[in-house]
């Protein structure tokens, strides 16, 4: 009867959000400026996200901004996790002629407990820079309908 009730119970100890409840707030916070063949390229979305390893957690910790006439975004975002959060930046944008997504993982110095960010990580990017985008696609980036640009 014991491991009838053991067995029955144990699925709520996995489904129940328990980071909701120990976990601590961490923070981070990107300024990005973009620039397409050395200009300022305006509309490039940039989304703050955190790496989850357990399904059903929302990976997305912060808001969608897109980059304004100078080509500057500035985004931040905080979860409460047991574990450091992961923050990464899921960029896309429509510089080289088709849409592109890619992922820029911030260092983990620019993550501090509390519900804003202390520290920025500031950086530059050029979108038109095809071969440096390739190198930071996300394994996770590409959708069914997408196209996929060859080498």
């Not at 976990?23 to 305006?42: D, E, I, L, M, Y």
């Not at 808001?63 to 975004?73: I, L, R, T």
């Not at 590409?142 to 640009?149: K, L």
């Amino acid at each position: 009867m014991r491991v009838l009730v053991f067995l029955y119970l144990l699925p709520l100890c996995y489904s129940w959000p328990w980071d909701r409840l120990v976990g601590w707030v961490q923070s981070a916070g990107a300024s990005v400026t973009f620039r397409c063949n050395g200009k300022p390229f305006t509309n490039a979305r940039v989304t703050m996200m955190d790496a989850e390893p357990l399904p059903g957690d929302d990976d997305a910790i912060g808001g969608s901004v897109e980059s304004d006439k100078f080509g500057k975004a500035k985004v931040e975002g905080s979860a409460r996790e047991i574990s450091q959060i992961e923050p990464y930046l899921f960029i896309e944008h429509d510089c080289i002629g088709m849409p592109w997504r890619f992922c820029l993982f911030l260092p983990p110095e620019f993550v501090n407990y509390g519900p804003k960010a202390k520290k920025y990580w500031h950086i530059k990017v050029e979108l038109s820079d095809f071969d440096w985008m390739f190198k930071k696609r996300c394994r996770f980036d590409i959708y069914p309908g997408d196209p996929i640009p060859s080498r």
